[in-house]
Nanobody, 122 residues
């Protein structure tokens, strides 16, 4: 089992920045691909970004150039730095983990966090 706990969400004005964090426990963190998803009110959960166990990254088109995913294996933590936030970025952001990064890309990871709310005011 892998437990994931997100933090760092909050209220920010459009154009601002937030850094989300997700601390993992339970298994060898460095062996897992980690990702972020989001779900806006009335919409389905969607993929945001993934970082593989080797550090390779992949982003959804709507955040590419505005967000950076990174990981610190010593701290068992994955981050999502979000800049130039837009009103439409308002959503609950979820951390996820899987031994295979493809599982994250297709939205079917084994492990999910509880989510952290990001609200962007226009």
């Amino acid at each position: 089992q892998v437990q994931l706990v997100e933090s760092g969400g909050g209220l920010v004005q459009a154009g601002g920045s937030l850094r989300l964090s997700c601390v993992a426990s339970g298994r060898t963190f460095s062996n897992y691909a980690l990702g972020w998803f989001r779900q806006a009110p009335g919409k389905e959960r969607e993929f945001v970004a993934v970082i593989s166990s080797s550090g390779g990254t992949y982003y959804a088109a709507f955040v590419k150039g505005r967000s950076t995913i990174s990981r610190d294996n010593a701290k068992n933590t994955v981050y999502l730095q979000m800049d130039s936030l837009k009103f439409e970025d308002t959503a609950v952001y979820y951390c996820a983990a899987d031994s295979r990064d493809i599982a994250l890309r297709v939205g079917r990871p084994d492990y999910w966090g509880q989510g952290t709310q990001v609200t962007v005011s226009s």
